[in-house]
């Protein structure tokens, strides 16, 4: 399900069975505009792919923009985990911005794509591409849907 009005009235009569929300994190950086850009399209496509493949389960939120990852930061997104998990069990931030790899707080919430740029990738390699980032989610959602 995605950030949208119908979806919000299905999520409102099954939210017993959609328990995860997905926020992509994505950087803004006008001096590297083209890295940013890069790494921020990855995490959306992979995200979208994700709630494709989950619809039913999981909630895609809209891209969390930032311009430098901080502790102002990371505790904006530490009140966004808060407000929604009155709602959702679980909270997962995706991202490709290693940045976010010292924030401790978070990082049991965070999971890191390994960025791949996609502009001169086939249209197949790029689904491939992809695909296996959406493969590495579904292991860490696997993880926390089932914990032993």
Request: no cysteine.
């Amino acid at each position: 399900m995605k950030f949208k009005a119908e979806d919000a009235d299905r999520f409102l009569q099954a939210k017993d069975y959609i328990d995860t929300a997905i926020i992509p994190l994505v950087g803004v950086n006008a001096s590297q505009i083209k890295q940013t850009v890069s790494l921020g399209e990855f995490t959306i496509l992979v995200a979208e792919e994700l709630e494709r493949q989950l619809r039913g389960r999981v909630f895609l939120f809209p891209p969390h923009t930032y311009v430098e990852v901080n502790e102002s930061k990371e505790e904006d997104i530490l009140a966004i985990k808060t407000s929604l998990q009155d709602h959702f069990q679980h909270v997962v931030f995706v991202t490709s911005d290693h940045h976010w790899q010292k924030h401790t707080n978070i990082s049991e919430s965070l999971l890191m794509l390994k960025p791949v740029p996609l502009e001169h990738l086939k249209v197949d390699l790029k689904q491939k591409v992809i695909q296996d980032s959406v493969e590495q989610i579904l292991n860490f959602l696997l993880q926390k849907w089932n914990p032993s």
